[in-house]
C-alpha cells in the first residue's frame, strides 16, 4: 500500500471519528438543556401550586375547626339560641365566610394546577381524591336533603370570592367579605348562609354530613400536612363517635412532607 493511499484511508478514519464526536457532543448539550429547561418548568409549576396550596390548607383547617365547634362544641346553642344579635350575626356571616373560603381555595388550586399543564403530577393523588370526596360529600343525597350544596354551587359560591389583582389572584378576607358580600349580595352565598343558618338553629345532633365531612378534611390535612409542621395535632381531633384512623402512607409521596 503506497503511502498516499495510507494517509487517505486514515484521514478518512479521523473525519469520521471527529463528527462522531461532534455528533455526540451535540446529542449530549441538547440532553443538558432539555433537562435543565424540564427541572425549571418543575421548579416554576410547584412555585405556582405551592402559592394556592398553603391558603387551601388554612382553609381546611379553618373550615374543620368550624364543624367541630359547631358539631361537638355547642357552637349553634352557645351563639344563637343564647346569643345576642351581635354574636347570632356572627355566627351565621363567619361561619358562611369560612365554608366559602375552603371553596375558594379549592377553586384557585384546581385553576393552578389546570393552568400549569402538568401540575396534577406534582399533587398527592391521595388528597386529590379526598378533595373529591369532599365535594361530593356536601352534593351528594345520601344524607337527605339537609345542608346538601351541589358541586356547580360550591364552585360558584368560590369564585364570588376570588380578588384578581395585577399581582397575584387570591380569595378576599373576612372584612372585604363582610362589606360586598352581605345578604342580598349574593344568590349562591344566599343559599349557603340559609343552609347555615338552619343548621345552627337545628335542635336535633343530626348532622350526619357534617359529621362525614369533618372526617374527610382531618385526612385531607393530614395528606397535605402529615408531619404537624403546619398545624398541631392536637387541634386536628376526630368527633366523638368516630372510629376510622389516619391511614399509613409513603412520605415520599406527601405534599410538604
Known sequence: MNTALIVAVV?????????????????????????FEAAKDRARVEQEVGRYQEPFATAIYDLQSRIYNLVQGGFGPRFMAQGSMRERNYAVENTTFV????FCCAELLR??????GHGVSLINHDAVHTQDLVSNTLA????????????????AI???????????????????????????????LDTLRDEIRAELEATDENHCRLRE???LLILLLFYIDPLF?????????????????????????LIGG
Not at 478514519?13 to 446529542?27: E, F, N, P, Y
Not at 385553576?111 to 400549569?116: A, F
Not at 370570592?161 to 378576599?172: D, G, N, S, V, Y
Open 11 to 35: 484521514s478518512g478514519i479521523i473525519a469520521v471519528i471527529s463528527a462522531s464526536v461532534t455528533v455526540w457532543g451535540s446529542l449530549f448539550s441538547a440532553s443538558r438543556t432539555l433537562k
Open 99 to 102: 365554608f366559602a373560603q375552603y
Open 111 to 116: 385553576r393552578g394546577i389546570h393552568s400549569s
Open 140 to 155: 351528594t343525597d345520601r344524607f337527605g336533603k339537609r345542608f346538601l350544596i351541589f358541586a356547580g354551587e360550591q364552585r
Open 158 to 188: 368560590g369564585e364570588a370570592l376570588i380578588q384578581a389583582t395585577p399581582a397575584r389572584t387570591e380569595c378576599m378576607g373576612y372584612r372585604q367579605f363582610l362589606e360586598e358580600k352581605s345578604h342580598g349580595n349574593d344568590t349562591m
Open 213 to 215: 365531612l369533618h372526617y
Open 229 to 253: 409542621r403546619r398545624f398541631p395535632k392536637k387541634h386536628r381531633n376526630f368527633l366523638n363517635g368516630e372510629t376510622r384512623e389516619l391511614p399509613k402512607i409513603d412520605k415520599g409521596r
